[in-house]
């Protein structure tokens, strides 16, 4: 049910200020291009109709009441025969709201089509994931998916629908911008409306789960020409860059319900080969080890087409043979473009431990001033670090360690007689190390280092 | 259409010049407002001036000038006599009844006139906006740009037909109503150059991505048009005002880009505006080196003065298709010199390869080619430098 019309009134006056309504139209619009926006609560909309206009002088007025339009990105533009047509104020009348007229000065009579530009509230889009482990773990399907959501007061049938990816940089809400009094405020201060042009509070749209649009099914096409003879297929979705931005197109057109929702299909990818990391820095995580599944998007990995935006992923991994699945766990990954390497934090590790174990502590080297105080001295501190991989799995770990200062020297203690690995360390910034290395199936390993930090006068020991 | 209400009254008292001072009289002509203009010129103040013809006979003359439901400067009205001016039609002095928002004018004339005078005051609440549309060619190398003037009229006082008169361009006639708003197009034009800018600068952005968990860094992203004849602009300065960026997305229809405002950009000057964040330009810069050299003690022992030899690394990603110049700016506080810059090992020199803007802050221009098949572009700064005379807090 179309719950709110956009009427377009042509109003051919023959003097101007008597405002003689010859002619009343509702034109159909022609099409309908939606173009919506995730890092901000933003839809473009691009409606073609046909008018009708006498030569001289018409008004064609346009009103919007019960919507969520942006009254001051309204645009008029003849499609053709420009030259022949001058479009020469928008008013917003006064005492009425959610209605504006444009004076058009025509030079000829008849039907001519024309393009009206918007911004509109309450369309969104975002993305999710759905990854499937194999049993081994080496490798994944991903499977990306749009969910389009319509709280916008208006139906929008057979509308050429796009996304973008990307952050755009907005001043104000458009809802706000919607729900205000005069199209450009005031001068006049309102209670509880902004002035004219302030900065936007807040960009990211809060998403209205609507619910019966999973009833939309994921690959029983969607109609509108996608279907073709024989079977019918998922709608393919046509990704292109423009400037900052990716550009989403679905194919055919979509009709979205005011307060429906619809999930499409936007990529699949299979066998992509992933690493189980497992990251452990007590600055960041509190003693815990954290589970990452590790790839790139890339074409290595059968991805790397496009960026891929961020969203939340599920993921879950193939329990046995007859096609069961267990959930893993679930996150949310950032945009990641083409090239980049995804780290999807599957949530403190169950399987994998880290411990440090502080084995010795002393001090040395101490300095003392001209007053017998103390102006100098090391500490030495040798730790002990356990790993437990009770996997069945080979894992890659990242140990990252913080000393608190940025005089400090390391090296490494043979604690464990075990050195079937080699494993190494980088220097990660001024003040941590960051150790990486690789574990065997179901394997206990234990290494050690001794760090010691310097500590006034002592601090000019360190290598210039 | 003559709906309004009348709130501005001019009232023409003549007074015998029997010297009896009386209470006031109202309403005794009431001419009509003839030629209006609305003056735009200021940003703040809105200038309205208004003809009337006033009846005067010879001798003193009250006239009383009034008006409810409008916000009029009381100390900027003005009147001038326009057939004769000087000794024939003379104000002599204006007074302000008490409680009122009125004034009344003693006029000294010369004979009988039916004088045009002109009566302008500033009036509060009607007003201009500027806004601008441009649309960007796919390529990102020019913009059709629009600019359309807004006019408010909050007053309280409708307009039927009045002259409007901006800072420059011709007047145009235009009614406007109380709480009516007009849009209008006023500057079109075609194919201006722009140059897109990407800007790091450290000391308002993330150094690390790695420690934000999971969200991105975005790197502001602006288009910077200048406003002068080489652009098809340059005529006159631009009105600040909110400026809303598209771009041609070459199948026959627009995305948007972003939005920002923009101040007065004067003629010779650069307009930059902020349209959104690049994520696809990663930069991680971190700290590695920071340590304290050459302290100097007092008789205490105590550190009084040290110097520091630091080492600042950034690494900068391009994982576009299309090559960019990142715009990076750094900074370091207090007296300072860099022992050693380089960008992927080669060293930069001050003034040469990087500039500085100010005593504390860096500028620095990489110029990253596009990604390849083998990834992003990458590049490495590295900053070894060192401050001096840095006194313990």
């Known amino acids: ?464 | 259409m003559n709906s309004k209400k009348m709130t501005l009254m001019a009232i023409v008292l003549l007074l015998a010049a029997s010297g009896v001072v009386q209470a006031r009289i109202k309403l005794v002509a009431l001419p009509e407002r003839g030629a209006t203009v609305i003056r735009l010129d200021n940003p703040q103040w809105t200038l309205i001036e208004e003809e009337r013809v006033l009846t005067l006979q010879q001798g003193i003359n009250k006239v009383d000038f009034s008006w409810k439901g409008v916000s009029i400067d009381a100390d900027s009205i003005r009147l001038r006599a326009l057939d004769h001016p000087g000794k024939e039609v003379t104000l002599l002095n204006v007074s302000y009844p008490p409680n009122e928002a009125a004034l009344v004018w003693e006029i000294s004339c010369a004979d009988n006139y039916a004088e045009n005078v002109r009566i302008s005051y500033l009036l509060r609440n009607i007003d201009r906006l500027i806004t601008y549309k441009a649309i960007a060619d796919k390529p990102e190398t020019f913009v059709d740009l629009k600019s359309y003037l807004v006019l408010r009229n909050f007053s309280g006082e409708d307009f039927d037909k009045a002259r409007v008169l901006l800072d420059y361009g011709e007047a145009f006639e235009q009614g406007i109503d109380h709480e009516e708003t007009k849009q209008m197009l006023f500057l079109k034009a075609d194919k201006v150059p722009i140059t897109k800018i990407w800007t790091f600068d450290a000391a308002k952005l993330p150094w690390d991505p790695e420690k934000l968990e999971n969200k991105n860094v975005g790197i502001p992203v602006s288009y910077r048009i200048v406003n002068d004849a080489n652009s098809g602009l340059g005529e006159f300065a631009l009105w600040g005002g909110k400026a809303r960026l598209f771009q041609d997305d070459g199948q026959e229809s627009t995305i948007f880009l972003g939005e920002d405002v923009s101040g007065m950009v004067p003629v010779g000057e650069k307009m930059e505006l902020y349209i959104g964040d690049s994520r696809d330009i990663v930069v991680t810069q971190r700290k590695m080196k920071d340590i304290q050299i050459n302290k100097v003690e007092n008789n205490n022992d105590k550190v009084i003065l040290y110097d520091t030899d630091e080492v600042i690394t950034a690494k900068i990603e391009n994982f576009k298709d299309g090559a960019a110049v990142l715009t990076m700016i750094q900074h370091i506080p207090g007296e300072w010199d860099m022992e050693k810059c380089t960008v992927d090992g080669k060293e930069w020199k001050l003034g040469v390869d990087y500039k500085k803007k100010n005593a504390n802050t860096l500028e620095f221009e990489i110029k990253l080619p596009a990604r390849d098949e083998d990834g992003p572009a990458a590049k490495e700064l590295m900053m070894h430098y060192h401050r001096r005379h840095v006194r313990p807090r």
């Not at chain 1, 009708?52 to 990105?73: R, V």
């Not at chain 1, 008029?76 to 047509?85: H, R």
């Not at chain 1, 550009?247 to 299909?265: S, V």
């Not at chain 1, 820095?281 to 290595?300: H, L, M, P, S, Y």
Request: charge should be negative.
């Open chain 1, 1 to 464: 049910m179309k719950r709110v019309i956009i009427l377009l009134t042509i109003i051919a006056t023959s003097h101007l200020a008597e405002g003689k309504i010859d002619l009343v139209t509702l034109p159909e619009r022609d099409s309908v291009q939606l173009t919506i926006y995730n890092s901000a609560d933003l839809t473009l909309v691009r409606e073609q109709r046909s008018l009708t206009l006498k030569k001289g002088w018409n008004w064609l007025q346009l009103s919007w009441a019960n919507t969520l339009i942006d009254p001051t990105s309204l645009s008029l533009e003849p499609l053709a025969g420009g030259d022949k047509l001058e479009i020469r104020q928008l008013v917003f009348p006064a005492r009425t709201q959610q209605v504006g007229q444009w004076l058009i000065h025509s030079q000829i009579s008849g039907k001519l089509g024309f393009e009206i530009t918007y911004f509109t509230s309450g369309l969104s889009w975002r993305a999710f994931y759905m990854g499937t482990l194999a049993q081994d773990e080496k490798t994944m399907e991903l499977a990306g998916y749009v969910r389009i959501a319509n709280n916008s007061g208006e139906e929008y049938e057979n509308a050429q629908t796009r996304l973008i990816v990307g952050k755009v940089h907005i001043l104000d809400q458009i809802a706000e911008l919607a729900k205000r009094n005069y199209p450009y405020g005031s001068p006049i201060p309102v209670p509880g409306e902004r002035g004219g042009f302030g900065r936007a509070s807040g960009r990211d749209l809060r998403w209205a789960e609507v619910d019966h649009g999973l009833r939309q099914g994921l690959s029983c096409g969607y109609g509108g020409g996608a279907a073709g003879f024989g079977m019918a297929r998922p709608k393919e979705i046509k990704k292109e860059g423009l400037s900052e931005y990716f550009l989403y197109t679905i194919e055919g057109t979509e009709t979205i319900a005011d307060k429906w929702g619809k999930r499409l299909l936007s990529f699949e990818a299979e066998d992509i080969e992933v690493e189980s990391l497992y990251k452990y820095d007590e600055e960041r995580w509190r003693g815990q080890t954290i589970r990452f599944v590790k790839f790139a998007n890339d074409e290595e990995h059968n991805l790397g087409e496009t960026p891929i935006p961020n969203g939340n992923v599920k993921i879950y991994r193939q329990a046995d043979d007859l096609g069961h699945l267990s959930y893993v766990g679930g996150t949310s990954v950032k945009y990641i473009p083409v090239d980049e390497e995804v780290e999807l934090n599957l949530g403190p590790a169950r399987l994998v431990s880290v411990e440090p174990t502080l084995m010795v502590f002393k001090t040395d080297n101490y300095r003392f001033d001209s007053r017998r105080n103390i102006a100098g001295w090391d500490e030495i501190r040798t730790w002990k670090i356990e790993i437990t991989n009770t996997r069945e799995l080979p894992i890659e770990i990242e140990i990252t360690r913080g000393f608190g200062t940025a005089y400090w020297t390391l090296v490494y203690v043979d604690i464990a007689s075990v050195a079937d690995d080699a494993i190494s360390y980088e220097k990660h910034d001024a003040t941590h190390a960051r150790f990486t290395l690789k574990r065997t199936p179901r394997s206990k390993w234990t290494f050690g280092y001794t760090v010691t930090t310097y500590h006034g006068v002592r601090e000019e020991v360190m290598p210039k």
